[in-house]
């Protein structure tokens, strides 16, 4: 086996984005073969949870996915977690619909507890500062309520 070093695109961890840069594969002389060496499963879970966490935007599908299956939690029980309904996780990990900030937020303080203890308090306060710069919910389109919607809203 001969050593070469190369980017590897990690698709094992269930994230379409995460890319080994620099990478150690071993190369099997006689039949091609490439093996990345790929990182300790519970350490590189702990390194993602705590990107996850204290990214700046929503979290996405995939990213949803991959902290409920961290956590251990069935769709059920995540749904159940944050007083939501079981389709409602599963359109959020399948980007059919924008998980609410209230949720984003409770999940992401969740799973920091799958940090180590030490760490948890400072991605706590990562986690707040990168809150007060975050775009709750960018709408594609404007709403307008007119004066009209208004006075029937107030008549009633």
């Excluded at 929503?58 to 059920?76: P, S």
């Excluded at 507890?113 to 709750?136: F, K, S």
Aim: net charge negative; proline share 3%; hydrophobic share 40%.
């Amino acid at each position: 086996m001969e050593e070469e070093v190369r980017d590897y695109h990690f698709t094992e961890c269930g994230l379409g984005d995460v890319w080994l840069k620099e990478w150690t594969y071993l190369k099997c002389q006689e039949c091609g073969a490439e093996i990345p060496l790929l990182p300790d499963p519970d350490m590189f879970t702990q390194w993602l949870v705590r990107v996850l966490v204290t990214q700046a935007s929503r979290l996405r599908g995939d990213e949803i996915f991959f902290l409920r299956k961290a956590m251990g939690l069935t769709g059920a029980k995540l749904a159940q977690h944050l007083n939501v309904q079981r389709v409602e996780v599963s359109r959020w990990e399948n980007d059919r619909s924008p998980i609410s900030f209230q949720a984003d937020f409770r999940l992401r303080m969740d799973a920091i507890e799958l940090l180590p203890e030490d760490e948890r308090a400072g991605v706590r306060v990562e986690l707040m500062q990168v809150l007060l710069q975050y775009q709750r919910d960018v709408r594609v389109t404007r709403v307008n309520v007119t004066s009209e919607v208004h006075r029937e809203l107030v008549a009633v």
